[in-house]
């Protein structure tokens, strides 16, 4: 059992190249969300996921897309990079189970762009 | 909407002793989960504690124990023992129980140091 694991862990872009990171879930969580974090900001959520086939938007989505064609992978990407998306992504699945809510996390990506 | 705040950017405990981390939360819904994560310089989220909000009695794990006030809206964490493992930036965060979304929403964080 895996848990959360995520592909990159570290990447340096030029800016307006495009990348892909890959979330992956073995606990067959219906809910899958992808923040970033940056200094004094805490973890801001980008988007997220209620179950495959369907995304919505969190507080930061601008310059992100998303899918979940799988459920137990959740796909986060960068279109045209831009130095203001250098900041650490963090993926990350839920669960409720008889009144028990935990979210459990992946390693995080550093992603700097140049 | 939901906020979490935490307004001690920065704080500092001498190693063996006691330090109390604040959090505070604005919601109207009477229902939910409140946690504290620890992100070491490994960066990985580890679920500290957490309590229901359903509970009066304060949740403790070892030597982390909250003190959970619903009227006040405040969530602190306090760290018995301190040991220099403890060393590490500290999340407030708040769910609301049955939502849609499930989102967790956090604070902006306390960096805790511990001193030998």
């Known amino acids: 059992n895996a848990g959360v694991t995520q592909t990159p862990k570290f990447r340096v872009l030029k800016t307006g190249q495009s990348m892909t990171l890959l979330c992956a879930q073995d606990?067959?969580?219906?809910?899958m969300y992808w923040y970033r974090q940056d200094p004094g900001m805490g973890l801001r959520l980008i988007h997220y996921s209620v179950g495959e086939g369907t995304t919505a938007k969190g507080e930061v989505p601008d310059g992100y897309n998303v899918s979940r064609l799988k459920k137990q992978n959740f796909l986060l990407g960068l279109e045209s990079a831009a130095p203001s998306q250098t900041s650490v992504y963090f993926c990350a699945s839920s669960y409720w189970a008889s009144s028990r809510y935990e979210q459990y996390f992946g390693p995080g990506t550093r992603l700097t762009v140049t | 909407a939901q906020t979490v705040t935490q307004s001690q950017p920065e704080m500092s405990v001498q190693e063996a002793e006691t330090v109390t981390l604040s959090c505070t939360y604005d919601t109207s819904e009477s229902d939910y989960y409140l946690f504290w994560y620890k992100q070491p310089p490994s960066r990985q989220m580890i679920l500290v504690i957490r309590q229901e909000a359903y509970k009066q009695q304060n949740a403790t794990e070892n030597r982390f124990s909250v003190n959970f006030q619903k009227a006040a809206k405040s969530f602190s964490l306090k760290i018995s023992d301190s040991q220099l493992g403890d060393a590490a930036m500290y999340f407030c965060?708040?769910?609301?129980?049955?939502?849609?979304?499930?989102?967790?929403?956090f604070g902006t964080g306390t960096l805790l140091a511990v001193q030998p």
């Open positions: 606990m067959n969580h219906e809910y």
């Open positions: 965060a708040y769910v609301l129980y049955g939502g849609a979304t499930n989102k967790l929403i």
